[in-house]
Structures are given as C-alpha cells and as structure tokens.
C-alpha cells in the first residue's frame, strides 16, 4: 500500500509551478582544477522587498567534499546604479560604487573538544558599503544567515544556493537599476544590470522564493530532470 508523500513535500513540489522561468543574470565558466567552488549560473533580481538569488556553483560549496577548501564568493551589488556612493577602491573598476556585499562562504568548525566531528555549514553575510569603505570586508553587517537555522531566506540544494537578501534598511540607496558584480578568483569581474527597487519591477522581478519562503526554480540546474507532479488521491 502506498502512502501519500508528506505535505511538506507536496507543499515544495507544488511550489515549483510559481516559479518563473528567469533567464540568468549571468553565466561564468570555470576553469578545471580551481582551488574553491565559484558560481557559475547566478539569478538576481528584486522580489517583492527583497533581493532574490539563485547562485548555482560548480560544485558543491560547503561540506566535507571542499572540507577547507569551500566556497568563499563576493557578490556586490550597486543599488544605485552610481559610482558616486558605496565602495572606493584606490583603482577604477566595476567593484567601485558597490552600497552591498553579499559573502556565501563554506564554513568548517574546529574539531570540538568531545571527539565529535567538526560542524560544516553554509554562511552568508549582507555589509553595506558607506563611501568609506575600502574592501567587501568594510561596512556595517546587515545579517548574518546559515542555512541551518535561517531556512526561510536561505536554503541549499546540492550545487545551488537559494538566497533572499532584505533591501529595506533605509541607508540602502535605491534606483531603477542595479549593477551586479562577480569577481571570480583569477578572472577578470563579470557585470550585469538588473531592475532596481524603484520604478515598479513587477513583472520584471523574479519569483524564486514563494510566499516567504524557498521555492525551488525550475531552471534551477539544468542538468537535473523536473521533479514529478505531487500525488493527489493516491492511495494505493
């Protein structure tokens, strides 16, 4: 006798209806070999209040696979769309003039004291870059999530990261557009505009998360096979 799927899972699976078919922001290929995960598809775009993520890497980025070699990936993002406020580098280029850092980093534990194995998880952090800040690393930290206790703004499915970033702090500048920045390691950035927070996104927004909390997208990875429609009145 069968018996139905949980409703927690139904409730997932049917989510993925809502999800919209978001072409990427941008795309980036990596070299074989690389030290730490990096991303290699990446959705950004408001939601609502929010910006909305999907950063998919080429590996997974935490966990015991990369052990200590996880990933350690800076998005920035110009809410503005201008050069004359956020982050001042010493050098032009397309980091200048970033208000957000967004750091996705693969943490690993020091082994605890009881002989138990060490903790991993996935950790994001949100700074806001004033005119003086210098690096990603200056500014005031706007939140601090893990994908195990903040499951309603980030959550990870193998390779991808779903992610919601809070864009209602006032000191956060907004305008019609946003640049979006990624350094890879070694690489020269990658940029792309996106809509901004003001000027109405509404259909040019991105439903990657529904209701508040994660929606898997069905671009997620491309690779993978859309997961099947949920049982309804199947009792076997």
Request: glycine letters at 10%; a positive charge.
């Amino acid at each position: 006798m069968k018996r139905p799927l949980p409703l927690l899972v139904c409730t997932l699976l049917a989510s993925t209806s809502f999800a919209a078919k978001e072409k990427p922001t941008f795309r980036y290929t990596a070299p074989p070999g690389g030290e730490r995960p990096v991303i290699v598809d990446a959705t950004v775009g408001p939601q609502g209040s929010d910006f909305a993520m999907r950063l998919r890497f080429d590996r997974e980025p935490w966990g015991e696979g990369c052990k200590s070699r996880c990933a350690n990936a800076t998005l920035l993002l110009d809410t503005d769309s201008s050069k004359q406020t956020g982050l001042h580098l010493t050098q032009d280029g397309p980091a200048n003039g970033a208000d957000v850092a967004i750091v996705v980093q693969g943490v690993r534990e020091a082994a605890n004291e009881d002989g138990s194995p060490p903790e991993t998880r996935l950790r994001v952090k949100v700074r806001l870059l004033a005119n003086d800040a210098r690096s990603a690393d200056d500014g005031e930290l706007l939140a601090e999530l893990n994908h195990r206790q903040d499951t309603e703004r980030l959550h990870v499915d193998e390779n991808t990261v779903y992610l919601l970033v809070d864009a209602t702090s006032p000191a956060i500048p907004s305008a019609r557009k946003v640049r979006v920045v990624y350094q890879p390691p070694g690489a020269k950035p990658v940029q792309a505009t996106i809509p901004g927070m003001i000027g109405g996104a509404g259909g040019r927004g991105v439903r990657i998360f529904k209701d508040g909390s994660w929606g898997k997208a069905r671009n997620a990875d491309p690779r993978k096979p859309k997961p099947p429609a949920s049982p309804t009145g199947d009792n076997g």
